[in-house]
């Protein structure tokens, strides 16, 4: 049911569950959809203005550098 956009909530409803915590214990989402959900969420993830990504850019290389420079 969740697979095809039903929420948590409404499937603990219909199986007459007190919390949603009984419902997650049984609701088991195929790989598939979870990496569906991860790929859609990467999707909001996308910034609007491309100097703010090109700034986190330049901070991540930098940090690559540090991490990769040796203890001194």
Known sequence: ?????ASIGDLKDILGHADVKMTMRYA???PAHKRAAVAWL???ARPVDN???ESAGAR???A?????APAR
């Open 1 to 5: 049911m969740m697979m095809r956009g």
């Open 28 to 30: 088991h989402l195929s």
């Open 42 to 44: 990467a999707g909001l």
């Open 51 to 53: 100097a703010v990504d």
């Open 60 to 62: 991540r290389a930098d």
């Open 64 to 68: 690559r550098e540090d991490s990769a």
